[in-house]
């Protein structure tokens, strides 16, 4: 009971972001899937129905490859503290 409402005081709609993913064109979600039956070790177990292709970061935010939008919670620190694709890093890079 405690769970289920602790839960719901979280929203799960993000805020409105000003950006649009680039077109996937990679290689097919469909092969990408079978590639990883072909190849991962069957030990490597995961918990999801059906994975996600994240082809596309911009600050907190990771795209698939369908354009769905999620919030990065699980990058590394290097990430958590600035982002992905920060305007200011990538300007010092290029």
Request: glycine residues 6%.
């Given at each position: 009971?405690?769970?289920?409402a602790?839960c719901?005081?979280?929203s799960s ?5 000003d ?27 995961h ?6 292709l994240m082809v ?5 935010y990771?795209?698939d ?10 990058s590394?620190i ?17």
């Amino acid at each position: 009971m405690i769970r289920k409402a602790f839960c719901r005081s979280f929203s799960s709609a993000l805020p409105a972001f000003d950006y649009k993913p680039q077109p996937y064109q990679g290689i097919p979600f469909e092969q990408v899937v079978q590639d990883r039956k072909d190849y991962v070790p069957k030990f490597n177990f995961h918990y999801y129905n059906e994975p996600l292709l994240m082809v596309e970061g911009k600050m907190q935010y990771l795209f698939d490859h369908k354009g769905n939008r999620y919030q990065d919670w699980i990058s590394g620190i290097s990430t958590v503290s600035i982002g992905h694709s920060h305007p200011a890093l990538v300007k010092a890079v290029t």
